[in-house]
């Protein structure tokens, strides 16, 4: 397993080592002891979700106001650019974001610690989303901040307008979001 550091050196990418041949592949995609050696981090997994959405399906920008999770995220079929922003209120990176294309291809994991926002949208005709996360989800300290707030500036790299779920087009902007 590779550790790629980031712009905000607390978002790391991950690339796994993959043994392939004519039949195939195999790699590990998660070992608790490996990555708490190579991130410094014990992450305590207590939650998978798989998700599958079309292109131009943006979800996000999420977190947990209370019961912050840390993810640890990657692409099983086709690609999406996905993006972390930091919204802790100390931090020096501080509504600042990194986006990173995952795609079953690279195989590359992304993974995001506490106090980050999270969001991703569909790049391919339909892609496979797998991540662990550190909290279980409780949906009454959900929150979201609006994809295209020009405070972030993200490039989402659309064609048109994306597909949003009813609550994330009711999303805030950085500048009035709850945030750590």
Known sequence: MKVITTLIPDL????????????????????????????????????DNHSKSVKGVLRGLHYQIQHPQAKLVRVVQGAVLDVAVDIRKNSATFGRHVAAELSAENR???????????????????AE???????????????????NDPALGIDWMLQGEPSLSGKDKLAKLLAVAEYF
């Open 12 to 47: 790391l990418l991950i690339e796994p080592k993959v043994f392939g041949d004519e039949r195939g592949f195999f790699y590990e995609s998660y070992n608790r002891r490996q990555f708490a050696e190579l991130t410094g981090r014990d992450a305590d997994f207590v939650q």
């Open 108 to 126: 590359r994991m992304f993974f995001i610690p506490e106090g980050f926002a999270h969001g991703f949208v569909v790049l391919s005709d339909t």
């Open 129 to 147: 989303f797998l991540y662990k996360t550190t909290d279980y989800w409780y949906p009454e300290h959900e929150r979201s901040l609006l994809w």
